[in-house]
T-cell receptor, first 112, second 117 residues
Framework: KQEVTQIPAALSVPEGENLVLNCSFT??????LQWFRQDPGKGLTSLLL?????REQTSGRLNASLDKSSGRSTLYIAASQPGDSATYLC???????????FGKGTKLTVNP | GAVVSQHPSRVICKSGTSVKIECRSL??????MFWYRQFPKQSLMLMAT?????????EQGVEKDKFLINHASLTLSTLTVTSAHPEDSSFYIC?????????????FGDGTRLSIL
């Protein structure tokens, strides 16, 4: 059974700092890995999707890496801003099912 | 704009009430939709896979008679929480994978906060 773990559970940083969020998964047989953002009481916003054959994806100040063999992914946020404050979720999709297994998330607070 | 619309966004009702939640794909057809549930400080957990024109597939431990799923058209799936009790209070959210062969992120609704008194 696939399990996804995110560390840390919460993170508070001053504005402008670069930061890294970590995600690990137990079963390396994944189709892709996705990072989402969730604002309080809201739905999910897709940030980045990394296919199993890829090593990283970039979008603006965000960079996500994937090391499938070791079951790890990182989300790097450069020059953090208060508007980045949210919960960041990591999810993996198993082969062919389109079902997502989520981690518990990292709650990020960027202080002005 | 949002490509998956979920309604209502919040429900507060008495114990024993049945509650229906709708999930619509606005600009694409979805033969499959997923229903997740999120308890406070917990991860989103898949409840069931909604299949257009056939029975839903439920995850282990999810009561199919309590959580009725209907996928009557290619753009609408509904989740009905029957005879809801306080322990059913949670955040329910649906998703739909967009059509196409290239891997794309799933589109999520904005979720429904269900509070049973």
């Amino acid at each position: 059974k696939q399990e996804v773990t995110q560390i840390p559970a919460a993170l508070s940083v001053p504005e402008g700092e670069n930061l890294v969020l970590n995600c690990s998964f137990t079963d390396s047989a994944i189709y892709n890995l996705q990072w989402f953002r969730q604002d309080p009481g809201k739905g999910l916003t897709s940030l980045l999707l990394i296919q199993s054959s890829q090593r990283e994806q970039t979008s603006g100040r965000l960079n996500a890496s994937l090391d499938k063999s070791s079951g790890r992914s990182t989300l790097y946020i450069a020059a953090s801003q208060p508007g980045d404050s949210a919960t960041y979720l990591c999810a993996v999709e198993g082969g062919g099912s389109e079902k997502l297994v989520f981690g518990k998330g990292t709650k990020l607070t960027v202080n002005p | 704009g949002a490509v998956v619309s979920q309604h209502p966004s919040r429900v507060i009702c008495k114990s024993g009430t049945s509650v229906k939640i709708e999930c619509r794909s606005l600009d694409f057809q979805a033969t499959t939709m997923f229903w997740y549930r999120q308890f406070p400080k917990q991860s989103l957990m898949l409840m069931a896979t909604s299949n257009e024109g056939s029975k839903a597939t439920y995850e282990q431990g999810v009561e199919k008679d309590k959580f009725l799923i209907n996928h009557a058209s290619l753009t609408l799936s509904t989740l009905t929480v029957t005879s809801a009790h306080p322990e059913d209070s949670s955040f329910y959210i649906c998703s739909a994978p967009p059509p196409g062969l290239v891997a794309q992120p799933q589109h999520f609704g904005d979720g429904t906060r269900l509070s049973i008194l």
